[in-house]
């Protein structure tokens, strides 16, 4: 736990003294200890349920176990997952390797999550797959969008000055296609290398917003 937290927990402590009554000061009191308890202990799981989605985001600088999650998806479910924990990336391709038991072996690795969207598009498809996620999930859609980034994640790596190789601005789905239409296994590795690099944008954008965040 940082010392700004800890900083921070004293503080809010000191005004809530001289804001609420005793009986209701008593109350947030152990709330803010339960919450500083769980910072202490790296227990992402307390904040899960305690925290609205817009607000996952003031987890990121405090729990180090972070994955960056994107996948592509067709009619039939997930083509392909990858996960990034800002050093190195797991991928997973239907008919190859992805199963649903190794990627909940895999997550289970982690305290946190990261998606873009993932709240509406990632999340729903791995439910359906068989994949519950039981660790706070940061959407960085919600994020952006407080900070007045509008459009998809595409665009906003665009307004955030976040470059990708140029032979990795198609479509993954596109790539899906011709690697299923054709047999081709360089379509296949084009398509693991899309969805890679969508993760690896993700741990970019991510420090991104949280150093406007604190610029802010």
Not at 25 to 38: E, F, G, I, P, S
Not at 140 to 146: D, F, N, P, V, Y
Not at 154 to 164: A, N, Y
Request: charged share 25%.
């Amino acid at each position: 736990m940082t010392q700004e937290s800890v900083h921070g927990m004293t503080s809010l402590k000191v005004s809530a003294s001289k804001v609420f009554q005793p009986q209701k000061k008593t109350y947030y009191d152990r709330q803010l200890r339960l919450a500083q308890d769980a910072l202490v202990h790296k227990n992402p799981n307390y904040f899960a349920e305690l925290l609205p989605q817009r607000e996952m985001w003031r987890l990121y600088p405090h729990f180090r176990d972070v994955c960056f999650l994107d996948i592509e998806a067709d009619s039939r479910g997930i083509i392909v997952l990858t996960l990034f924990d800002k050093y190195e990336s797991k991928t997973f391709v239907r008919g190859v390797h992805l199963g649903k038991d190794t990627v909940n072996q895999e997550l289970g690795k982690y305290q946190l999550i990261v998606t873009f969207n993932g709240s509406s598009y990632d999340l729903p498809k791995l439910k359906k797959f068989g994949v519950e996620i039981h660790v706070p999930h940061i959407d960085l859609k919600a994020l952006c969008q407080r900070l007045k980034l509008i459009g998809g994640l595409k665009e906003v790596e665009i307004q955030l000055g976040i470059h990708r190789p140029q032979h990795l601005r198609g479509s993954a789905t596109d790539a899906w296609r011709a690697f299923w239409a054709s047999g081709d296994r360089e379509y296949l590795e084009l398509l693991v290398a899309y969805n890679e690099q969508d993760a690896v944008s993700l741990y970019q954008l991510m420090e991104k917003c949280m150093k406007m965040v604190a610029e802010k």
